[in-house]
Nanobody, 125 residues
Framework: QVQLVESGGGLVQPGGSLRLSCVAS????????MSWYRQAPGKQRELVAS???????????TYADSVKGRFTISRDNAKKTSTLQMNNLKPEDTAVYFC???????????????WGQGTQVTVSS
């Protein structure tokens, strides 16, 4: 069974940094688009950053305007991991952060969307 597991959340002061990691495990044939989303209390889940893996724009990244210049997404295809480096954190970055990935399991010919369980990030003095 395919799973995504996040780690690295916690409490940090404004201006601080955190690194979130996500690892895909299970019987996997390929991992395609990997993304990070976040959901603050009372708000809808929003896309934070994405990184592609395909023949057209392999490694291309996109960011929400609110995190550009502060967050960096990366991936290690061999390890099936994604990392979100978050710098200069602000109180408004407080949210549960979710790893998301489109994965083709070995048992299937199509890709499916998978979500991690989420990790809490709290930015507060």
């Amino acid at each position: 069974q395919v799973q995504l597991v996040e780690s690295g959340g916690g409490l940090v002061q404004p201006g601080g940094s955190l690194r979130l990691s996500c690892v895909a495990s299970g019987s996997i044939s390929s991992v395609h688009l990997m993304s990070w989303y976040r959901q603050a209390p009372g708000k809808q889940r929003e896309l934070v950053a994405s990184i592609r893996r395909d023949d057209i724009s392999d490694g291309a990244t996109t960011y929400a305007d609110s995190v550009k210049g502060r967050f960096t997404i990366s991936r290690d295809n061999a390890k099936k991991t994604s990392t979100l480096q978050m710098n200069n954190l602000k109180p408004e970055d407080t949210a549960v952060y979710f790893c998301n990935a489109w994965i083709r399991p070995r048992s299937q010919y199509r890709t499916d969307e998978y979500w991690g369980q989420g990790t809490q990030v709290t930015v507060s003095s």
